[in-house]
């Protein structure tokens, strides 16, 4: 009893952060079921080669390049450096994780410069966030990068109950900023309330909040490309 008392003594004195909005516990209506199948990421070896042929070249003319053919170069770049994405708590020393890559300074596949932003959720109880430094599109939803999608993996964070599609939405930088694309998701984006047409895309506020179906991420703009 006593060390129940003591717990929540704590958890009322506990100072929600000054940017801190409410948090829903449900929606009115409950996210379709998602279902979970393992999908096994491509080695770089298994892409045709004319895909192959961009891993060694660092300037690639991009005249007559596909976009498929672009994003599959990119994500072979990435998996050359991937690393580990996660979410931290706030209070520790935050890292902000290049992505797609971190690019070499004669790259031509990607931007030079990133526009770096923060994600913020709740997580049981706890404030966690992610720093990321865009130099091209991403892809938020469930599960590790593949087939040319560079992912930031929600799993760890209980997307599959929240209703979130494995390819949810693409956050792209931009010149004027980043930009939402809601990838066809099964349960839907919202932004500030309000709700994102399928494949338009959106230019994101700073300090905005974005519902992937029932998992509500607050992201703030903090630097841009100088």
């Known amino acids: 009893m006593g ?3 003591a717990n929540d003594e704590r958890q009322k004195n506990q100072k929600e952060p000054d940017n801190a909005t409410s948090w829903p516990d449900s929606w009115a209506e409950p996210p379709y079921d998602i279902q979970d199948t393992p999908i096994a990421s491509p080695t770089f070896e298994e892409f045709p080669p004319a895909i192959q ?8 003319s991009l005249e007559g390049m596909s976009e ?19 979410f931290q708590a706030v209070e520790e020393q935050i890292d902000y994780h290049p992505l797609p890559y971190y690019p070499l300074p004669e790259d031509t596949l990607i931007k030079k410069r990133p526009w770096r932003v923060i994600l913020e959720m709740r997580v049981e109880g706890r404030w966690m966030r992610l720093g990321l430094d ?13 087939d040319g999608h560079v992912m930031v993996n929600l799993n760890p964070y209980g997307a599959s109950l929240m209703g979130v599609s494995r390819k949810h939405i693409t956050l792209r930088p931009a010149e004027q ?17 309000k709700p994102i047409p399928p494949e338009m895309e959106i230019l994101l506020p700073d300090r905005c ?3 992937l179906s029932k998992m509500k991420l607050l992201l703030y703009l903090v630097g841009r490309p100088e």
């Open 134 to 146: 865009l130099y091209d599109k991403v892809t938020l939803g469930r599960g590790e990068s593949r």
């Open 68 to 86: 498929e053919v672009r994003q599959a170069a990119i994500f072979g770049r990435h998996m050359a450096q991937k690393h580990l994405v996660l």
């Open 177 to 193: 900023g980043v930009v939402l694309i809601d990838l066809t998701s099964t349960n839907g984006t919202s932004v500030n309330g």
């Open 3 to 5: 060390n129940t008392s």
């Open 209 to 211: 909040d974005i519902m």
């Open 53 to 60: 042929m961009y891993r060694a070249d660092t300037q690639p």
